[in-house]
Nanobody, 115 residues
Framework: QVQLVESGGGLVPPGGSLRLSCAAS????????MGWYRQVAGKEREEVAR???????AYADFAKGRFTISRDNAENTVHLQMDNLKPEDTAVYFC?????????WGQGTQVTVSS
């Protein structure tokens, strides 16, 4: 059974940093393409960053230069380092992966950027 558990969200002022973590069980993250997504109430979920099993990374335009996705194989965990946070980054952040027939999501972690 695939389980993804996010942590690390919180309240930070503009310009601050947070490091989100996604602990996986039921899969080995280095063998899966993993992603971070975010969702604001009333809006569609959007992709933030993706880390392919090959090690290739991709970022949404708003995340480039500020966010970094990484993988800790020993901990079977995927991280999202977020720097220079802006109020518009406020959202629930989700870790996710998928097969050809099914999507897997964590429960999400709230990130609030406010002074």
């Amino acid at each position: 059974q695939v389980q993804l558990v996010e942590s690390g969200g919180g309240l930070v002022p503009p310009g601050g940093s947070l490091r989100l973590s996604c602990a996986a069980s039921g899969i080995i993250v280095r063998h899966w393409d993993m992603g971070w997504y975010r969702q604001v109430a009333g809006k569609e979920r959007e992709e933030v960053a993706r880390l392919w099993m090959s090690g290739v990374r991709a970022y949404a335009d708003f995340a480039k230069g500020r966010f970094t996705i990484s993988r800790d194989n020993a901990e079977n965990t995927v991280h999202l380092q977020m720097d220079n946070l802006k109020p518009e980054d406020t959202a629930v952040y989700f870790c996710g992966t998928q097969t050809s027939t099914q999507n897997y999501w964590g429960q999400g972690t709230q990130v609030t950027v406010s002074s």
